[in-house]
């Protein structure tokens, strides 16, 4: 890793978006409701996942978190879907 990247990562400000019981954050869910209210939002929405941190739970399990989170909140699986698979492979022009 280059220090000018590690520098940006040491930097980073880390957003939690779940509680200490797992459950999407109230104000998280608010932002999600508006932009699932809203489609446009997510055709171009990308869920990621902080993992690869030494100690810290494989990026897919983070990811898999997520997503289970968010269908609990109510997202439809066509919309987790989009943001997982389908906006990630259009951004790396891969659909």
Do not use: K
Request: contains cysteine; charged residues 25%; negative net charge.
């Amino acid at each position: 890793m280059s220090a000018e990247v590690a520098e940006i990562v040491a930097d980073s400000t880390v957003i939690d978006v779940v509680d200490d019981t797992g459950r999407l954050l109230d104000e998280l869910v608010d932002i999600l409701d508006l932009v699932a209210e809203h489609d446009a939002v997510l055709a171009s929405c990308v869920l990621s996942s902080d993992g690869g941190i030494a100690g810290a739970p494989a990026p897919c399990q983070l990811l898999a978190w997520l997503c289970d989170a968010l269908w609990a909140e109510g997202f439809r699986e066509e919309d987790l879907r989009q943001m997982v698979h389908r906006n990630p492979a259009e951004l790396l022009g891969l659909a």
